[in-house]
């Protein structure tokens, strides 16, 4: 069954700071890669998306992910973190079903933290 | 604007007492779905649906139905609401084609409380 792991639940980064979040699933073919943000008291939005092509993908508010296939991750990077970063990332896996999309399967997600 | 919408935003109800709470996509999306949110558990999947009078369970449809019989709308009807249903509960849509804009648009949210 596919899955998606983040390991960390919570990230305490210093305003300034590079920032890494780690997505790790487990699927059987080239999935589509998704990650969200939710604020506090907000809903979620979308911060970038991977389905094909280049595998080093660019997001809003200056986020990247990277997908690595022989490591099945896409993690998330911001080379410096600002306090407004701070909220709660989902990263998510859609099943490719010959070019249609499936479900996405959520990750847990990290809650990001950051220090002034 | 393209958006997705659920309404109410907030929900105080007693136990026992039928609830539907709606949600409208203006995107002519093949694709919606119901989620609810807890701490601690991420997103659960309750109920999803393709296409216009095609549902199918999630990972957590017990005590929920769905319907869909306009393309845009999606209610979650609550039959007989239990405090174990207090959350949050989001509704999404998504085409089902992976164009380069495509992805889920999520609604705003419910907060549901059951007492």
């Known amino acids: 069954a596919q899955s998606v792991t983040q390991p960390d639940i919570h990230i305490t980064v210093s305003e300034g700071a590079s920032l890494e979040l780690r997505c790790n699933y487990s699927?059987?073919?080239?999935?589509?890669l998704f990650w969200y943000v939710q604020s506090p008291g907000q809903g979620l939005q979308l911060l970038l998306k991977y389905f094909s092509g280049d595998t080093l993908v660019q997001g809003i508010k200056g986020f990247e992910a990277e997908f690595k296939r022989s490591q099945s991750s896409f993690n998330l990077r911001k080379p410096s973190v600002h306090w407004s970063d701070a909220a709660e990332y989902f990263c998510?896996?859609?099943?490719?079903?010959?070019?249609?999309?499936?479900?996405?399967?959520f990750g847990k997600g990290t809650k990001l933290s950051v220090k002034p | 604007e393209a958006q997705v919408t659920q309404n109410p935003r907030y929900l105080i109800t007693v136990t026992g007492k039928k609830l539907t709470v709606t949600c409208s996509q203006n995107?002519?999306?093949?694709?919606m779905s119901w989620y609810r949110q807890d701490p601690g558990l991420g997103l659960r999947q309750i109920y999803y649906s393709m296409n216009v009078e095609v549902t199918d369970k999630g990972d957590v449809p017990e005590g929920y139905k769905v319907s869909r019989k306009e393309k845009r709308n999606f209610p979650l009807i609550l039959e007989s609401p239990s405090p174990n249903q207090t959350s949050l509960y989001f509704c999404?849509?998504?085409?089902?084609?992976?164009?380069?804009?495509?992805?889920?648009?999520f609604g705003s949210g419910t907060r549901l409380t059951v007492v």
């Open positions: 999404a849509s998504s085409s089902m084609v992976p164009t380069p804009n495509y992805g889920y648009t």
């Open positions: 995107m002519n999306h093949e694709y």
């Open positions: 699927y059987g073919a080239t999935p589509y």
């Open positions: 998510a896996v859609g099943m490719n079903y010959g070019g249609s999309q499936g479900n996405l399967i």
